[in-house]
């Protein structure tokens, strides 16, 4: 059973194909959750730069359980990101796929799937953003846009956690209560600087103008995305106001940066199975990967989508 795409922008169909095969190196897994993110639906929609041949299995990344692999035990948890999957060839959208074994990470058992599917975009590009681009440190003040979703969830978590004083600002007051303790709330103003305080570095992970007002609000700006396609897919920027305040300006390009997110992955896994880490994951069945990709695509959603196949593993 697998998810499918027969026309850029078509509704996914859900079908009976065969499992694909396992050749050397490879490794195939039962899938217990996969991924829907902002990447998929770009491609779904024909904008991306690469996309597998028509008709094709949308999909990333996932978790699941090990069936056949000459470097890991059959029933070992892992999970699933890259090797071309969902963009060079079928992906993860289906019961069972088929990825390079060097694509493959043992899932810790504290870690449940859908979490374990969905970590690796918001935690690694949050932690490269925080720790090698904002160098965050302890005493900082550190502003998180859009700090209720995916990405800024966990930016908010990791900046306290490296005792910065954190700053999360929401779209509505409604929003304010999903902050953890410790964490001031604001709610997004038409200038900022009514509401917030001055801080040492932004992580954006909402995208759009990089208003004036940042700069007057911090000299060090990240911007960082809980996945490989933001939301807002321009920004605009006022150059004189920013050379006048000094501002650094980083986007984290999670691809190149892919080796430093897999190197990190393991303390990042560490943390959620441990609870010092937490990632929402609303579940959908594959019929659902329509209305799945429509959320994805939503204002105010929380955490990951993952689509669960029937009789998945738990």
Known sequence: MSVRVHGFGAPPRVE???????????????????????IDRSIWSGSFLRHPPLPYTPGVEASGV??????????????VRGGGLGTACDGTW?????????VIGALPDGVDFGTG?????PCTSAWIALHSIGQVSAGQTEL?????????????QLAAEAGACVVGSVSHPDRLGDLPDGVEGIVTAPDIR???????????????AVRNPWCQLSRRVARSSSSVTPPARRVTLDLPM????????????????????????????ARLAEG????????????????????????????RAVLVPDGAPR
């Open 16 to 38: 009976d194909i065969p499992d694909p095969t396992c050749p050397p190196g490879h490794t195939s897994v039962q899938i217990a959750a996969a991924t829907v993110g902002h």
């Open 66 to 79: 090990v069936v056949e692999s000459a470097r890991f035990a059959p029933g070992e948890r892992v999970w």
């Open 94 to 102: 289906a019961e069972r796929a088929v990825a390079p074994d060097e």
């Open 117 to 121: 599917s969905g970590f690796f975009s």
């Open 144 to 156: 998180v846009t859009g700090a209720t979703g995916a990405g800024g969830s966990i930016a908010v």
């Open 194 to 208: 009514d509401v917030c305080p001055p801080v040492d570095l932004v992580i954006d992970t909402v995208g759009g």
């Open 242 to 269: 920013l050379i006048q305040h000094d501002v650094s300006l980083r986007p984290p390009n999670v691809i190149h940066r892919e080796p430093e997110g897999r190197a990190v992955a393991a303390e990042v896994l």
């Open 276 to 303: 010092r880490l937490t990632l929402d994951a609303t579940r959908f069945g594959f019929e659902q990967a329509g209305e799945a990709l429509d959320w994805v695509a939503s204002s105010g959603h929380r955490g």
